[in-house]
C-alpha cells in the first residue's frame, strides 16, 4: 500500500469543544431542542440544523405537546427512506426529564418491510383510529395522499423529515404539491426539518410566499460542533489523480481511521462501469481477503502494511438483497454501538442521508458531486461527537483535467465546481458575526462576535433581517453555483466586479422583490459575511489582524471599500494551485481564459478605471491576445465599451436623421 498523503485542505476548522450543543438540561433537551420547543406554539415550524443535532427528538418533544397542550389528535412523520425511520423509534424522554414519552405501536411503524399498498391502507386505518402517533416514507405519505382530500389534515401535525426532498416546483415534486395542498386546505400543523436546505438542482425548496407562512429556527454548524465534547477539528480538502481512482484510492485511503468510501455513480466519468470489479480493486488496495462473515456480511481483510486484520462492510454489491439486508442490520444495531465491529463502509449511493456510524472519521468520496445536499449529508457522517475522535475529515477525490483527453472543459468545471462545494462549506462551517456600523473613530466592538465596519450598511427592512438572519447560506450556494461567479472566483474576473457586480446581480435574480438600496445591503452581507470567514486573524497584543489580499489589517480599522477590493475565494484557488502541477495548473488557466464570459454595461463600465489606470501604468492599451487573463478582460471590456459607443452614436444619427426628415 501506498504511503499515505495529506490531502489538500481548503477548509481547517478547529473548535473550543464547549460541551454546550451535547449538554441536556432538566427535561432532557439539548441546546438545539430547547430553541426549537421555545417556538412549539407555532403552526408551520422550519427547523434548520445539521445532522446528529437532534432534530427527530426536537420534534418528539414539540409533538407531544401539540398532542397533550394544543389540541391535536394524530402526529404523523414521513421520513425519505425506510432506514431513517428508526431515529423516531419509541423513546422513554421520561427518564431524562421530560413529561411523556414517545410511543409508537408496530402496526403504525410504516418503514418496516412491506408492499406499499399494505402501508397505504394502513395510513388510511390510522386516520380513523384513535392511535396518535404514526411514521411512514415520503413516498407512502405521497401514495395515501392521492385517496384523500386535504381536510382529512385536519386535526393533525404532519412533520417532514429531510425537508430538502421538497420542492417549490410542483410539476416535478409531488411532496411540494401535496405540502402546498395541506397548507391551503386544513388546519394541519407543519413541522419541517432538515439538515440540508439546499437543492442540488436549485429550485428553491419553498416559495417565498409559502416559506413566509413559516417560523425557522436555525442552529448553525459552527454552534453545533463548536459545543461538542470530543470532536476538536474538521478538515475539507481535495486529492487529485490522474488515470483510474482505483490506482490512486491507496494514497489517501488512512486504514488507522473510521472510513466510509463513496464511490462514484456508474454514470460518471470517474466511475469503471464495473462497481463490483472496484469494490474488488479497493479491498486488493486494503490486503488481502481472509473470510466473510455469514450471517453479517462483514468482509475480513489482512492489511499488507501491518498484517493487521480490517474489517469492510460491503454495500455496493446488491445481487443478494438479503445478505445486504443482514449487513445494513448489522451496521444498523451493532457497529453504531460497538467502535471494533467495522473499520471500513464502501458504498454507492448509501451511507449519506441519516446514517448513522458515530466512530466515522474520514468520508473519502470518489468524483465530483453536483448536490451541495449530497456533500452536506456526506460531510455530516463523520461530524457526529464521539469519544477517541478529535478529528474528521472530508476527502474529495478528483480526477485531474488532462489536455490529451477530450473531456477537458467538463474536467475543469468539475474541479472548478469542487472547490466552490467546499468554499461555501467553509462558509456554513465557520463561525458567525454580527456586523455593525461603525459610526466614530474609537466606536469600537464590545460584545463577543460583533465587527464594526466603516461605510457599512445594516439591513434596514424586515425581509433584509429575515434574508440575513435565515437564508445568507442559501444565499451563498445560489452565488457559489452560478457558472459565471465559479469563474470569478478563480480570478479571472477583479475583486471589484465580483463584488460590485456579479454578486448584486444574483441577489436580484433570486430576490426580484428587493428595491435597490435592499440589494446593495444584501450585498455588502454576503461580501464582508464572506471576506471575514475566509480571512486569517492572528492577535498581536491587545490588537487583532485579518490578512486581507495578502497584508494583515487591523480588524478595528475595517471598511466596506477595502472589504470590497479582496476576492473572499481567491485563497481557495491559491490551495487549489499549490496541489497540481504547473501543467495541470496551465489547463486549468488556459479553460477559465477561453471560456468567455459576456459582459454587461454595467459590468464593462465598472471596469473603465481599471483600464485607464492599466494604460497609464503600461503606457498602452490592453491586448485581447495577451497570456495575462486580467489584461485580456480588461481588452475585452475595452472593446464592449468601444463597440456600444459606436452603436449609441449610430442610434444617435439615425434619430437625428428621422427628425430633419
Known amino acids: 500500500m501506498n504511503a499515505i498523503k495529506k490531502p489538500v485542505n481548503i477548509v481547517e476548522v478547529t473548535y473550543a469543544q464547549t460541551r454546550a450543543s451535547v449538554t441536556t438540561d432538566a427535561l432532557g433537551m439539548r441546546e438545539m431542542q430547547r430553541r426549537v420547543f421555545a417556538q412549539r406554539d407555532a403552526q408551520h415550524l422550519l427547523v434548520k440544523a445539521p445532522p446528529a443535532s437532534g432534530k427527530s427528538r426536537a420534534l418528539m418533544f414539540v409533538a407531544l405537546d401539540k398532542l397533550y397542550n394544543q389540541g391535536r389528535k394524530k402526529v404523523i412523520v414521513a421520513v425519505p427512506e425506510r432506514s431513517i425511520g428508526a431515529s423516531f423509534a419509541p423513546t422513554a424522554l421520561t427518564k431524562h426529564g421530560f413529561w411523556a414519552d414517545w410511543e409508537i405501536k408496530d402496526e ?41 382530500a386535504p381536510d382529512a389534515f385536519n386535526g393533525t401535525v404532519l412533520a417532514i423529515d429531510e425537508f430538502h426532498h421538497v420542492s417549490a416546483d410542483t410539476e416535478s415534486s409531488r411532496l411540494g404539491a401535496l405540502l402546498r395542498d395541506v397548507m391551503n386546505g386544513s388546519d394541519a400543523h407543519i413541522v419541517a426539518m432538515t439538515g440540508s436546505y439546499f437543492r442540488g438542482d436549485s429550485v428553491p425548496v419553498l416559495s417565498p410566499e409559502d416559506e413566509a407562512k413559516f417560523t ?56 469503471t462501469k464495473d462497481k463490483l470489479e472496484e469494490v474488488g480493486f479497493i479491498l486488493d488496495t486494503i490486503g488481502e481477503v481472509v473470510d466473510e462473515d455469514e450471517d453479517t456480511g462483514i468482509i475480513s481483510v489482512r492489511r499488507n502494511d501491518n498484517g493487521e486484520i480490517v474489517r469492510v462492510a460491503d454495500l455496493v454489491d446488491d445481487t443478494d438483497q438479503k445478505k445486504r439486508g443482514d ?12 467502535r ?40 455530516g457522517r463523520v461530524t457526529r461527537d464521539s469519544e477517541g475522535k478529535s478529528h474528521a475529515q472530508f476527502t474529495n477525490l478528483i480526477a485531474e483535467p488532462d489536455a490529451s483527453q477530450g473531456e477537458v472543459k467538463v474536467s475543469v468545471n468539475n474541479m472548478l465546481k469542487a472547490i466552490t462545494a467546499s468554499l461555501l462549506m467553509e ?8 456586523f455593525k456600523t461603525k459610526k466614530l473613530d474609537g466606536d469600537d466592538a464590545k460584545k463577543p462576535g460583533e465587527l464594526k465596519i466603516k461605510g457599512f450598511k445594516e439591513p434596514s427592512t424586515a425581509r433584509v433581517k429575515q434574508i440575513v438572519e435565515t437564508d445568507l447560506n442559501d444565499l451563498k450556494a445560489t452565488i457559489l453555483q452560478d457558472d459565471t461567479f465559479a469563474k470569478a472566483a478563480a480570478g479571472s474576473v477583479d475583486p471589484e466586479t465580483t463584488n460590485r457586480v456579479l454578486i448584486p446581480k444574483i441577489i436580484r435574480e433570486k430576490y426580484p422583490d428587493l428595491t435597490e438600496a435592499e440589494v446593495e445591503e444584501v450585498r455588502q452581507q454576503v461580501v464582508v459575511d464572506s471576506v471575514i470567514k475566509t480571512g486569517e486573524v492572528r492577535p498581536v497584543g491587545d490588537q487583532r489582524f485579518i490578512k486581507l489580499a495578502e497584508k494583515f489589517v487591523n480588524i478595528d480599522e475595517l471598511s466596506i471599500n477595502l472589504i470590497d477590493s479582496v476576492n473572499p475565494f481567491q485563497r481557495a484557488f491559491e490551495v487549489m494551485s499549490k496541489s497540481v502541477t504547473p501543467s495541470v495548473l496551465r489547463i486549468i488557466q488556459d479553460q477559465i481564459a477561453a471560456t468567455r464570459i459576456e459582459f ?25 491576445r495577451a497570456e495575462d487573463p486580467n489584461e485580456k478582460r480588461l ?27
Open 427 to 434: 462558509q456554513v462551517l465557520a463561525q458567525n458575526f454580527q
Open 216 to 271: 425557522p429556527v436555525t442552529f448553525n454548524y459552527y454552534d453545533q460542533l463548536n459545543g461538542y465534547e470530543h470532536l476538536r477539528s474538521l478538515g475539507i480538502g481535495h486529492h487529485f489523480y490522474q488515470g483510474r481512482y482505483t490506482d490512486a484510492i491507496g494514497e489517501v485511503l488512512d486504514l488507522d481511521k473510521k472510513t466510509i468510501v463513496h464511490i462514484p455513480n456508474v454514470n460518471s466519468g470517474e466511475s
Open 340 to 379: 471494533d465491529a467495522v473499520d471500513v463502509i464502501i458504498a454507492l449511493e448509501m451511507a449519506k442521508e441519516g446514517f448513522d456510524w458515530p466512530f466515522a472519521e474520514h468520508a473519502l468520496t470518489v468524483g465530483y458531486r453536483a448536490s451541495l445536499t449530497e456533500v452536506i449529508q456526506i460531510i
Open 600 to 624: 454587461t454595461e454595467e459590468e464593462a463600465l465598472a471596469l473603465f478605471p481599471k483600464i485607464q489606470t492599466w494604460v497609464k501604468v503600461n503606457g498602452r492599451r490592453p491586448d485581447v
Open 327 to 338: 449487513t445494513l442490520h448489522f451496521l444498523a444495531h451493532t457497529a453504531s454501538k460497538d
Open 635 to 661: 481588452a475585452a471590456a475595452l472593446l464592449f465599451l468601444q463597440k456600444l459607443k459606436q452603436q449609441r452614436a449610430a442610434e444617435t444619427r439615425a434619430t437625428e436623421m428621422a427628425r430633419e426628415e
Open 108 to 148: 403504525n411503524n410504516l418503514c418496516d418491510a412491506g408492499s406499499s399498498s399494505g402501508k397505504v391502507d394502513a395510513f388510511l386505518k390510522f386516520l380513523e383510529s384513535p392511535d396518535a402517533t404514526l411514521v411512514c416514507t415520503h413516498a407512502t405519505l405521497r401514495f395515501a395522499f392521492e385517496k384523500l
